[in-house]
């Protein structure tokens, strides 16, 4: 169904980052990975909804953070405490549908975020911490403006820049390469070329989140697909609804 | 008042309403069960079916355009067999009929799979001889006449329901081609597909979308399907489907006015997949505040 939400805060927090939270009836309920799609406008321009990465979800209230980039997003922007929102989801599946379907006891679980790929990493490492499962994270991001850590805070994560105006200086999956082996688990959000390289480092298992320019959703535009190995072939496979979190051994960049 | 008629004919088909889904924009139907009870539309057309499965387009495979959105998905479907056995068993539990739209490379191709859904339970079958976004098939028998010709002939033969051809307004003469679809027995046309399109990024000065042309769709197209709608459904008796931005009831009316019998809703679904459901009580509302007994009354009222 449609879900319909007030908006709670929509506060600036870095150079084009915001922090959206709308409050929303309390039977809502979202697992990280996971995504909503928000009516921005009440017209046609922009005509189609935009797909955010869930950040956070408590008691009636879920939160995004996101990047203005577009018409789309700046719209999201111009929303004031109080203005009605319309979304679709949660929907996709969850970095933690592949957490049960792999025995973690003897492994060492890694968190990649890039860019504003912190946005469901840190929500999956809240749900962690909850669980207390331990697990180390590595966060990494073009320079200082574009780097949020004070989310990060309690987290003891591994930082990192690309020109290094923040954390270390160098890419983050250059730091991750150093500390991977054989029973490592990744679970990654970022942009593609990360996710390329980390499906090229020796790991138990490597899963990442994906996005993609999404027409409805909901399944059947068949916009948002993605190249999945299918024996010797592949299909392309919907970010929306198979994804948005995929095993990266089955994915084609 | 009594009973308000909202039912419409087309070919041997009876719509309970005149809200129909557009192909390419309700997958197999049943990822909108969620939504809404699917009893409530005219008429299902599914996602276009060729005989054997296709991949489609690589991504980027659409692109907003103001007011707007292009597409380039390549027809990626299941193939019709796949269908039969798959989805349409779950469609059965609706009394909506469903109608499969067809695409083929060849000729012989969208017989073939005419003649496969003619023991189903489908309702009829909409020919997609105007997709603007694979290279075989599709456009390049938009404009060829024999081809056409050949085709529904052809299929008449094997497929014994209702048989609409959509049809484009990339080539050649929009009207002459419905009317020829008339003669060669189609029981119905719908118009318009998307009109090609493009996009592009100014950054690296490539198309936005990777297969460089798209399909355009949305509002921005409502203007110029409502033109071609009105000029065929003045040149041809059978019923003409109005395709094109439709968003809610008031644009449904608009095309009804027109000449069209019935509507397909297209990239609406999209923007809120409760659309069809709002067209059809908007209708029904329209009809009794202004105490019209039969929405036919409407169809091809333009005063002029």
């Given at each position: 169904?449609e879900?319909?939400?007030?908006?709670?805060?929509?506060?600036?927090?870095?150079?084009?980052?915001?922090?959206?939270?709308?409050?929303?009836?309390?039977?809502?309920?979202?697992?990280?990975?996971?995504?909503?799609?928000?009516r921005?406008?009440?017209?046609?321009?922009?005509?189609?909804?935009?797909?955010?990465?869930?950040?956070?979800?408590?008691?009636?209230?879920?939160?995004?953070?996101?990047?203005?980039?577009?018409?789309?997003?700046?719209?999201?922007?111009?929303?004031?405490?109080?203005?009605?929102?319309y979304?679709?989801?949660?929907?996709?599946?969850?970095?933690?549908?592949?957490?049960?379907?792999?025995?973690?006891?003897?492994?060492?679980?890694?968190?990649?975020?890039?860019?504003?790929?912190?946005?469901?990493?840190?929500?999956?490492?809240?749900?962690?911490?909850?669980?207390?499962?331990?697990?180390?994270?590595?966060?990494?991001?073009?320079?200082?403006?574009?780097?949020?850590?004070?989310?990060?805070?309690?987290?003891?994560?591994?930082?990192?820049?690309?020109?290094?105006?923040?954390?270390?200086?160098?890419?983050?999956?250059?730091?991750?390469?150093?500390?991977?082996?054989?029973?490592?688990?990744?679970?990654?959000?970022?942009?593609?070329?990360?996710?390329?390289?980390?499906?090229?480092?020796?790991?138990?298992?490597?899963?990442?989140?994906?996005?993609?320019?999404?027409?409805?959703?909901?399944?059947?535009?068949?916009?948002?697909?993605?190249?999945?190995?299918?024996?010797?072939?592949?299909?392309?496979?919907?970010?929306?609804?198979?994804?948005?979190?995929?095993?990266?051994?089955?994915?084609?960049? | 008042?009594?009973?308000?008629?909202?039912?419409?004919?087309?070919?041997?088909?009876?719509?309970?309403n005149?809200v129909?889904t557009?192909?390419?924009?309700?997958?197999?139907?049943?990822?909108f069960?969620?939504f809404f009870n699917?009893?409530i539309l005219g008429?299902?057309?599914?996602?276009?079916?060729?005989?054997?499965?296709?991949?489609?387009?690589?991504?980027?495979?659409?692109?907003?355009?103001?007011?707007?959105?292009?597409?380039?998905?390549?027809?990626?479907?299941?193939?019709?067999?796949?269908?039969?056995?798959?989805?349409?068993?779950?469609?059965?539990?609706?009394?909506?009929?469903?109608?499969?739209?067809?695409?083929?490379?060849?000729?012989?191709?969208?017989?073939?799979?005419?003649?496969?859904?003619?023991?189903?339970?489908?309702?009829?079958?909409?020919?997609?001889?105007?997709?603007?976004?694979?290279?075989?098939?599709?456009?390049?028998?938009?404009?060829?006449?024999?081809?056409?010709?050949?085709?529904?002939?052809?299929?008449?033969?094997?497929?014994?329901?209702?048989?609409?051809?959509?049809?484009?307004?990339?080539?050649?003469?929009?009207?002459?081609?419905?009317?020829?679809?008339?003669?060669?027995?189609?029981?119905?046309?719908?118009?318009?597909?998307?009109?090609?399109?493009?996009?592009?990024?100014?950054?690296?000065?490539?198309?936005?979308?990777?297969?460089?042309?798209?399909?355009?769709?949305?509002?921005?197209?409502?203007?110029?399907?409502?033109?071609?709608?009105?000029?065929?459904?003045?040149?041809?008796?059978?019923?003409?489907?109005?395709?094109?931005?439709i968003m809610n009831y008031k644009d449904a009316l608009?095309?009804?006015?027109?000449?069209?019998?019935?509507v397909?809703i297209?990239?609406a679904n999209?923007v809120d997949p409760l659309t069809c459901v709002k067209i059809v009580n908007g209708l029904n509302n329209y009809?009794?505040?202004?105490?019209?007994?039969?929405?036919?009354?409407?169809?091809?009222?333009?005063?002029?």
């Amino acid at each position: 169904m449609e879900n319909k939400g007030v908006v709670y805060f929509n506060k600036k927090i870095s150079d084009a980052i915001y922090h959206l939270r709308i409050k929303v009836q309390k039977s809502f309920f979202a697992l990280p990975g996971q995504f909503i799609n928000i009516r921005v406008s009440d017209d046609f321009i922009p005509l189609l909804r935009r797909p955010f990465s869930i950040f956070n979800y408590k008691k009636g209230f879920v939160d995004v953070v996101y990047k203005v980039i577009g018409d789309g997003t700046k719209k999201l922007s111009e929303k004031k405490k109080g203005d009605t929102l319309y979304f679709l989801g949660p929907a996709g599946n969850s970095y933690i549908d592949f957490l049960s379907e792999t025995n973690i006891s003897d492994k060492k679980i890694f968190l990649v975020a890039g860019g504003t790929g912190f946005v469901s990493i840190r929500f999956f490492a809240k749900w962690l911490f909850l669980k207390k499962i331990n697990f180390k994270l590595f966060y990494g991001a073009t320079n200082k403006n574009e780097l949020l850590t004070s989310f990060f805070k309690n987290y003891n994560a591994k930082i990192s820049t690309d020109d290094g105006s923040a954390g270390s200086k160098g890419l983050i999956t250059d730091f991750l390469k150093k500390e991977t082996d054989k029973d490592t688990i990744i679970f990654a959000c970022g942009p593609q070329g990360m996710l390329k390289s980390i499906q090229n480092l020796n790991a138990f298992k490597k899963f990442a989140s994906f996005e993609a320019y999404m027409g409805c959703a909901i399944g059947v535009c068949l916009s948002c697909v993605i190249k999945i190995k299918n024996n010797d072939d592949f299909n392309y496979v919907r970010v929306c609804k198979e994804g948005t979190v995929f095993d990266l051994d089955d994915v084609i960049f | 008042m009594k009973i308000i008629n909202t039912k419409v004919k087309i070919g041997k088909l009876i719509l309970k309403n005149p809200v129909m889904t557009a192909s390419g924009t309700f997958g197999y139907g049943l990822e909108f069960e969620k939504f809404f009870n699917l009893n409530i539309l005219g008429a299902i057309v599914v996602k276009g079916l060729s005989l054997t499965p296709v991949k489609g387009n690589p991504p980027q495979r659409i692109a907003e355009t103001p007011a707007g959105m292009l597409n380039a998905i390549g027809l990626q479907n299941i193939g019709v067999k796949n269908f039969i056995e798959e989805k349409l068993p779950l469609l059965k539990k609706y009394k909506t009929p469903v109608i499969v739209n067809v695409y083929g490379r060849e000729i012989k191709e969208y017989i073939e799979v005419a003649d496969i859904l003619n023991d189903t339970d489908v309702a009829g079958i909409e020919l997609n001889i105007s997709c603007p976004n694979v290279k075989k098939g599709g456009l390049q028998f938009a404009s060829d006449k024999k081809a056409v010709e050949k085709m529904i002939k052809g299929i008449k033969k094997k497929f014994k329901k209702t048989v609409i051809v959509k049809l484009s307004p990339n080539t050649g003469n929009i009207q002459d081609m419905a009317l020829h679809c008339e003669r060669c027995g189609a029981d119905a046309v719908s118009l318009i597909n998307t009109i090609i399109g493009m996009a592009i990024d100014i950054k690296n000065r490539r198309p936005v979308l990777a297969n460089t042309f798209g399909g355009l769709s949305g509002p921005a197209i409502k203007p110029i399907a409502l033109a071609f709608v009105y000029k065929v459904s003045k040149k041809v008796k059978i019923p003409v489907i109005g395709i094109g931005g439709i968003m809610n009831y008031k644009d449904a009316l608009e095309f009804l006015i027109a000449g069209a019998t019935a509507v397909q809703i297209g990239t609406a679904n999209f923007v809120d997949p409760l659309t069809c459901v709002k067209i059809v009580n908007g209708l029904n509302n329209y009809l009794k505040e202004n105490k019209i007994k039969d929405i036919n009354k409407i169809v091809g009222t333009l005063k002029e």
